[in-house]
């Protein structure tokens, strides 16, 4: 396990992928944002919700 620390938060959280797997595999992928690193469970979920969000939000555009 490596320890870490939300890069959110601040919270500090084990990620399991040195050893062969950590929890945030079995959730969906997030859009790679430059210089993000690693989110606790609570930030990845709401910047999950939040990403769904805004791809079901209707097009602006005419």
Same mark, same amino acid.
């Given at each position: 396990?490596?320890? #870490?620390?939300? @890069?959110?938060?601040?919270?500090?959280?084990?990620?399991?992928?040195?050893?062969?797997?950590?929890?945030?595999?079995?959730?969906?992928?997030?859009?790679?944002?430059?210089?993000?690193?690693? #989110?606790?469970?609570?930030?990845?979920?709401?910047?999950?919700? @939040?990403?769904?969000?805004?791809?079901? @939000?209707?097009?602006?555009?005419?």
């Amino acid at each position: 396990m490596r320890d #870490l620390a939300c @890069a959110r938060c601040g919270r500090a959280f084990q990620c399991g992928a040195p050893d062969g797997g950590c929890w945030c595999a079995e959730l969906p992928a997030l859009e790679p944002v430059p210089g993000r690193d690693c #989110l606790c469970r609570r930030c990845l979920e709401i910047a999950l919700e @939040a990403e769904l969000r805004e791809r079901s @939000a209707p097009d602006p555009r005419p």
